[in-house]
């Protein structure tokens, strides 16, 4: 078993560097548009190389982006041709065999002067837990640079292989507003998880700080603060899943049951002062966190309905009739 992960990097070009990323992802972008375009109008798909392309890119580039135009057309044939998209946020793709790193750079070819030439662009390799460096000693994908404002993000991806648990433990979890996660194990172990009034006092403490920048029409710092929120809630979540599956592997669980959340935001009990925090909050975001570290601990998940998630046994799915006060969340 395996699965692929994103690693984001930040990355800090000179402003040069940044000038040529930009105009390298334009080019891209409308490269990807031409080719599907032209696949569309001859109704079939393209035998072009990257010899057949005229923009200014470097060859893997070029391959990429024609890779990229092929599936887009795909797309666009199974839907009769009633829809065709134009892709628009610029953005550039290297295949694995065309970039490499180390602990303070990643290199890649870039346009200087007409010609493709290996790169190293400064980036912050290393974070807190040393996670991104070792996630990358794992099976690489494409390189994908991205500019979000002012700042340039390196999009990893990584195959991780994933081993099965072999025991058949199991554990229940519940996502809500209170206590942002509940798990209870078959044998009755029940652990919060989070600070859910902690949550809801910093997302009422930036929604007060926007609040008053917004009759200041402080645009910039509104945006600022909004990033800022964000940042401290993804935060959360790390923290809140990586608790949640250190307490999987500490009582040697192999599933873990989380609810599903297609309708979690009708079907979870709030009161009035709690709607504004119901609809922004990310239980996918936590929930997909958890799943993926599970999975690297090879616990595996399983979605289920979410009606008494932490209250049902998690084992021969009985529902647990005292249960339902001592895990209210």
Not at 234 to 242: A, E, L
Not at 265 to 282: C, D, F, G, P, Y
């Amino acid at each position: 078993m395996s699965q692929t992960i994103t690693v984001k990097i930040k990355l800090l070009p000179t402003k040069e560097q940044a000038n040529i990323l930009q105009e390298m992802s334009k080019k891209y972008i409308s490269t990807i548009n031409s080719l599907v375009f032209e696949m569309v109008a001859k109704k079939k798909s393209t035998k072009n190389s990257s010899k057949d392309i005229s923009a200014s890119l470097p060859s893997a580039v070029k391959n990429q982006a024609i890779k990229d135009a092929k599936s887009v057309f795909k797309k666009v044939k199974k839907s009769k041709f009633t829809t065709v998209p134009v892709l628009k946020k610029p953005v550039c793709i290297w295949n694995n065999q065309n970039y490499s790193f180390d602990f303070t750079h990643i290199s890649m070819p870039i346009m200087i002067d007409g010609k493709a030439i290996k790169t190293p662009i400064r980036a912050l390799m290393i974070d807190k837990e040393n996670r991104n460096f070792n996630l990358l000693k794992h099976k690489l994908g494409t390189l994908r640079i991205t500019q979000k404002a002012d700042k340039w993000i390196a999009q990893i991806s990584v195959t991780i292989p994933t081993v099965e648990g072999t025991g058949l433990k199991v554990m229940g979890v519940d996502l809500g507003l209170k206590v942002p996660a509940v798990a209870v194990t078959d044998d009755e172990k029940v652990r919060f998880f989070g600070n859910g009034r902690q949550n809801k006092y910093m997302k009422r403490k930036y929604r007060s700080e926007r609040k008053v920048l917004g009759k200041k029409k402080k645009l910039n710092a509104i945006r600022s603060s909004k990033d800022k929120e964000q940042r401290w809630m993804k935060d959360q979540d790390h923290k809140v899943s990586r608790a949640v599956v250190n307490f999987a592997k500490d009582n040697k669980i192999s599933v873990i049951r989380l609810e599903q959340l297609a309708n979690i935001r009708q079907t979870a009990r709030t009161s009035r002062k709690n709607e504004k925090n119901l609809h922004t909050w990310s239980f996918y975001r936590l929930s997909q966190f958890i799943e993926y570290k599970a999975n690297l601990e090879g616990i595996q998940v399983e979605f289920v309905n979410p009606a008494y998630t932490s209250q049902t046994c998690p084992k021969c799915s009985e529902k647990k009739q005292g249960t339902r006060q001592k895990i209210q969340v």
